[in-house]
Nanobody
Framework: QVQLVESGGGSVQAGGSLRLSCAASDIGNRRMGWFRQAPGKEREGVAS????????SYADSVKGRFTISQDNAKNTVYLQMTSLKPEDSGMYYCAAGGTWQFPLAASYYGYWGQGTQVTVSS
């Protein structure tokens, strides 16, 4: 029903920036989120946004460095990442359909993109 395609990943030096994009077939009233997974680690909720909310949700590890935004006219959600650290490396996934109670919980999202790789070197 909802197709998601991520782009914008790549390799950067620590302290650098990247902006990830997620093109959606239809955002509608769905909650959107960004998740990441590094080798040997569980999938982690990074950021989430919902049009009706007053503020977005962020993992403590990225708060103050990452910003999630949404352009409904373009059906696109973005993740602006600044001051990147090596521990930010991983596969980043865009997702749709979460809940307000647990905005960073992956299990509540029903639609997922294929991911885009982010590698931050020292």
């Amino acid at each position: 029903q909802v197709q998601l395609v991520e782009s914008g990943g790549g390799s950067v030096q620590a302290g650098g920036s990247l902006r990830l994009s997620c093109a959606a077939s239809d955002i509608g009233n769905r909650r959107m989120g960004w998740f990441r997974q590094a080798p040997g680690k569980e999938r982690e909720g990074v950021a989430s946004i919902y049009a009706g909310d007053t503020s977005a949700s962020y993992a403590d590890s990225v708060k103050g460095r990452f910003t999630i935004s949404q352009d409904n006219a373009k059906n696109t959600v973005y993740l602006q990442m600044t001051s990147l650290k090596p521990e930010d490396s991983g596969m980043y996934y865009c997702a749709a359909g979460g809940t307000w109670q647990f905005p960073l919980a992956a299990s509540y999202y029903g639609y997922w993109g294929q991911g885009t790789q982010v590698t931050v070197s020292s």
